[in-house]
């Protein structure tokens, strides 16, 4: 049994690591400064600490005394950070170089950071490897690669470090509690968007034209619950002294047809759609390659995309009676 620090514990990703930690038999502190994240879903096991990754005192008391830090805290919408890349770097790379120092003060070593796919850029080949050129077009992603540089530098003076690079994450948990799902304000991911989708707000469906079979652009998916076993896998996995980079995705694509009937399918109705054109910067396909995260890890997901839908669907449900 452990003690975890989770930080950003109380947004989407992190609620859901809280609860499946808490499951492992391991304790979890939870710190994140509720900018985004949600009070209502922590869960009560956690001892809650609020505060924000430039708050010194904040971080000397989330760090003392843990075992491990899984990282998720952090600025993710990749059109705020175009507008707004100083906020980007301060809270994403500043941040993280302060979570550093406070965990070394401490002798913690071991750390699981929440990456990014948006790491790659465009890609040259698919699938994405994790040797794959990294050429992020946006401050978003650049952030999400200087820390994964950051910490490979901290590893070569002790710590012991896994950047796991997410591609699309979708689904729900559910718990005594109720669902922990997707509550992001403004929503940018198309799973909530094409559930929330209605005749008088139709979804945006960007480009029918590209070069993949139905003419829609492709992108991997993988289940929230698949992806927080993968860093309960990780912290296992950690070596001292070693930085690793490690894809997390389902290993094949799903076009955004294919994402909007399945949902209707879910859903027993049509989902109204209004078709434009392509935005500029969007690749036609994103896929993963996750043989590392098999060898590493020893982790395949188990979740398909029907249940990605069907999960986030209850999640929705819950909210809205």
């Known amino acids: 049994m452990a003690q975890i620090l989770v930080t950003g514990g109380a947004g989407y990703l992190g609620s859901v690591a809280t609860s499946m930690v808490l499951d492992a038999g391991h304790h979890v502190r939870v710190l994140d400064d509720l900018s985004t994240g949600h009070l209502d879903a922590l869960d009560e096991r956690a001892e809650f600490l609020e505060g924000s990754l430039d708050d010194p005192r904040a971080l000397d008391e989330a760090v003392r005394d843990v075992d491990a830090v899984i990282h998720f805290a952090g600025k993710s919408l990749v059109a705020e950070s175009v507008t707004h890349p100083d906020l980007y770097h301060r809270t994403n790379v500043d941040g993280t170089r302060q979570l550093l120092e406070a965990m070394n003060s401490h002798g913690v070593t071991r750390c699981v950071f929440s990456s990014s796919a ?21 401050p978003y992603g650049q952030t999400k690669l200087l820390v994964d540089q950051m910490l490979a530098e901290a ?9 796991l690079r997410y591609f699309n994450v979708a689904g729900a948990l559910e718990t005594s509690r109720g669902w922990l799902g997707e509550r992001h304000h403004p929503e940018t991911h198309l799973i909530p968007n094409v559930l929330s989708a209605e005749v008088d707000q139709p979804l945006t469906l960007f480009g029918t034209d590209w070069d993949t079979p139905d003419g829609t652009c492709v992108r991997d998916y993988v289940h929230v ?34 994402v909007i009937t399945s949902a209707e399918a879910v859903l027993g109705r049509p989902v109204p759609v209004i078709e434009t054109t392509r935005r500029p910067g969007d690749p036609a396909v994103l896929v993963a390659s996750i043989d590392r995260a098999r060898e590493v890890l020893g982790w395949t997901p188990q979740r398909d995309l029907t249940r990605m839908i069907s999960d986030a669907y209850a999640a929705r449900l819950t909210r809205e009676f």
């Open 225 to 258: 619950v698949d992806l927080i076993d993968a860093h309960l896998r990780a912290l296992d996995a950690l070596e001292n002294s070693r930085h690793l980079v490690i894809n997390l995705g389902s290993g094949r694509g799903y076009s955004n047809r294919e």
């Open 118 to 138: 948006a790491t790659y850029g465009e890609p040259e080949h698919l699938p994405l490897r994790e040797d794959s050129p990294t050429r992020p077009t946006s």
């Open 155 to 163: 590893a070569s003076r002790g710590l012991s470090a896994i950047s």
